[in-house]
């Protein structure tokens, strides 16, 4: 156990799947899963381990913010002995193509953050998610047959901002859109060596101003948890 999980190593599998929402957690354990059972509730941060056609599988929150997963991430990685996390995430849209419940693969996360800094010492701002995982996602969309974005994505410390620069993030740095976890669980991964994914739902468009509801977050999120199962 460690302070931030109560699960023992043998509760939890060699690949987690990870929304930011512990209920949304929980609605993927009861919706999906089978013979499932909760292996984490310390700070609500919930957790189940079940089986998806077969495939042994854990489902675990990172809260919010790249301090909150950069915890849970280390620990499953390195003190958990897990393989794998995909993160499956909400964002906003920067790019006038991408709308709403649309799904994205990050292939690369841009950040001006300084998580990576103070965790070792690397001071790059662009992180690649892992490939092999990456195939194996659009190998399960394609098959599923639901259309995948893919691309870069910026990955912010701050939610509200007095002065929101996404133009240039989008023009300059190529992000499809804003989300606040990816860059830290796939600079985990890399100093772990161990591998990370990141599939995310637009939640919201800056473009447009449409926005989902936080139980639509919650519950109807459906293509990008079915794309994250079906890839194990």
Known sequence: MTAHIEATKEQI???VIMPGDPKRAE???KTYLKNYECINTVRGMLGFTGYFNDKRVTVMASGMGMPSIGIYSY????FYDVDNIIRIGSAGSYDKDINIYDVVLVTESYSD?????TQNGFDGHIIKSNDELNQKLKDAASKLNIKLH???IYSSDVFYKEQDNYQILHDEYHCLGVEMESFALFHNANVLHKKAACLLTISDSIITNEQTTSEEREKSFHQMMEIALNAL
């Open 13 to 15: 599998a060699k690949t």
């Open 27 to 29: 609605y993927i354990a």
């Open 75 to 78: 620990e499953l990685f390195k």
């Open 113 to 117: 953050s300084h998580f990576a800094k």
């Open 150 to 152: 893919q691309g870069t």
